[in-house]
């Protein structure tokens, strides 16, 4: 074995940026979520904009119990997201526990361990994606069970949204909820969206349907407004990103509601 070479140290300290990317959003994912991770990848990340991830113990099935066991895993999942650094917008995705922990209650929880930061939810940001179109007849499509989708149904109508129709598939593990394919979904769209709505809100962060909102709107002729797009849009507009991409829906091209 040949010596090895001296290592020198350089004195010469190199610049260093602020950070290495200019925003940084927090995705708090389910144990158990296949979908979450990669349509933020696909939808959020990009060269000036950063996304990291903490996962938070989750067991199916999807029952308003089991949903509400997550809240005291909260804070702890967004200390481990940058520790004691700042973040741009802060995202809990599961939109069935957001609407059984309540928003102000995950807020409360996330911001005890990021003080300050803008704290994201599903069902926050499909309200506020359906009032960037300015509708109020919606109809709402969930893969859950009724007694899971019942909080929904409650937390749309204490908005305002006159809710035309609600339809649920009836699933109980949202692993399985994840591997319903997009095409699926758009003939689901055709099928359930009421005539009188204006819009049609689809719920879960598990499902492949920010895939599937181009097709869905083509098949409807309306918007479409999904858990996973309506929170990628959100925290984009959060961290100052106001570009269109049209190829996730027409919530894409808008400006986020005052």
Known sequence: MKPLPEIRLET??????????????????????????????????????????????????????????????????????????????????????????GDAEIEQAIQAAKPGVPVVTPPMAGMRGLNAFGVKRISILTPYTVET??????????????????????FEDDREMARITPASLVEMARKVTHPQAD????????????????????????PVVTSNQASAWNCLRLCGDDTSRAEFGRLMTKPLAA
């Open 149 to 170: 989708s019942r909080p929904m149904a409650a937390y749309f109508a204490a908005y305002g949204f006159d809710i035309r129709s609600f339809t649920c598939l009836g």
């Open 12 to 101: 010469a300290r190199p610049a260093l940026d602020a950070r290495p990317l200019e925003k940084r959003v927090g995705l708090i994912a389910l144990a158990t979520d296949h979908t979450s991770e990669v349509d933020f990848r696909r939808m959020v990340a990009s060269e000036r904009i950063g996304v990291y991830v903490a996962r938070i113990p989750y067991a199916n099935p999807t029952t308003p119990e089991n949903l509400r066991k997550m809240q005291p895993s909260l804070s702890a999942g967004a200390a481990l997201i940058l520790p004691d650094e700042p973040l741009d917008a802060v995202c809990y995705s599961c939109t069935s526990a957001s609407v059984v922990i």
């Open 199 to 222: 819009a049609l809100f689809v719920s879960c962060t598990a499902l492949r349907a920010a895939l599937a909102v181009p097709g869905m709107e083509e098949a409807i002729g309306r």
